[in-house]
């Protein structure tokens, strides 16, 4: 991904699973390969919007759940060892 050339589709536009996919894409090409700092920093930023995306997505999950459950919703709680 880092050194491709794709049409980016707007963050605006991209599905969670979507977001997600690419997300991981990113960490991988920062991780694994040496970017010159210009195209580091377009993958970094890119890799914030995709967060914010991802984010505003599930946020938008847990309320419609919330609405729909109304006060049946109980919090996960971890089963302590």
């Known amino acids: 991904m ?6 980016e589709k ?3 536009e991209l599905s969670y699973e979507e977001a997600l996919a690419e997300l991981e894409q990113i960490v991988s090409a920062l991780e694994g390969e040496t970017n010159p700092l210009e195209e580091a920093m377009k993958l970094f930023e890119r890799g914030q919007a995709l967060v914010t995306r991802c984010g505003a997505l599930l946020e938008a999950a847990q309320l419609k759940v919330e609405k729909l459950a109304g ?3 109980v919090p996960f709680e971890e089963e302590s060892e």
């Open 2 to 7: 880092a050194k491709s050339k794709v049409v």
């Open 10 to 12: 707007p963050v605006e």
């Open 71 to 73: 006060e049946s919703v």
